[in-house]
């Protein structure tokens, strides 16, 4: 019995001898270095003219009953919608985007809140794609009825094509960059690893409450600048 206890403990010992050894010399490898890397980030931008407008109007109606608010509503509703369709907007630029039929209420000093009526309000987004009549619509609507005019946003239609030009220019930027650390470092830049495109940021360009003043209003869309922002990690050689 003691023989063979001492038998196991040898062996137990030198199993422990067998596999320190081991693990020295896989601590005793070297790291693999790190890869060298350049990571750049770049814009580009290109200038484009609006040609495209969308604008919410709407019609508010008041009346002693619900039920002739929503009537005198309708009907001025229906002639604003049945003249833009005569100056050009077609029905799929046409677009519902609230109807609220609301209580009014008089309020007098220590008195409860009177009830003297109710009012409709019916409001529609229309795409305009013909700038140069915006104006004549405007004027428009608003001799048909229109009372709330909320706001024109400017749109470039071909926004996605246009801003591919902003990415070639961005990405150029980048590259002189990246090229010129790496020179500074002593290094060449190798093969792209990645390249990333920050969500865009640029969308439509708001104006101000138009005024319902007589007339064809003043329109200037001006112009919109699409940018792009980039980054791109390089390989260094």
């Known amino acids: 019995m003691r023989g063979y206890t001492v038998v196991v403990a040898l062996g137990t010992v030198a199993l422990a001898m067998a596999l320190g050894g081991g693990l020295t010399a896989m601590a005793a490898e070297p790291d693999k270095p790190p890869e060298r890397t350049v990571s750049v980030s770049a814009t580009g931008s290109v200038a484009a003219e609006p040609d495209l407008a969308t604008i919410s109007i709407g019609v508010l109606s008041e009346a002693e009953t619900a039920r002739e608010a929503l009537a005198r509503n309708t009907a001025t509703m229906v002639k604003v919608i049945e003249g833009l369709k005569a100056l050009g907007i077609s029905a799929q630029d046409i677009r519902t985007t609230a109807v609220n039929v609301e209580a009014r209420y008089r309020n007098a000093k220590e008195q409860a809140p009177a009830l003297v009526g109710y009012q409709v309000t019916n409001q529609v987004r229309i795409t305009a794609r013909e700038l140069k009549r915006l ?8 001799s048909l009825g229109v ?7 400017f749109e470039v239609s071909k926004a996605e094509e246009l801003k591919d030009e902003a990415r070639r220019t961005a990405m150029a930027h980048a590259l002189r960059r990246a090229r010129l650390y790496a020179a500074s470092a002593g290094a060449d830049v190798g093969q792209v690893l990645t390249i990333s495109e920050d969500p865009a940021a640029v969308g439509p360009r708001p104006m101000a409450r138009s005024s319902l003043a007589a007339g064809d209003l003043p329109i200037e869309p001006g112009s919109q600048r699409l940018e792009v922002r980039i980054h791109v990690t390089w390989a260094l050689r």
């Open 135 to 142: 104006g004549e619509v405007l004027d428009q609507v608003v």
């Open 147 to 153: 009372n709330q005019i909320s706001g024109i946003a």
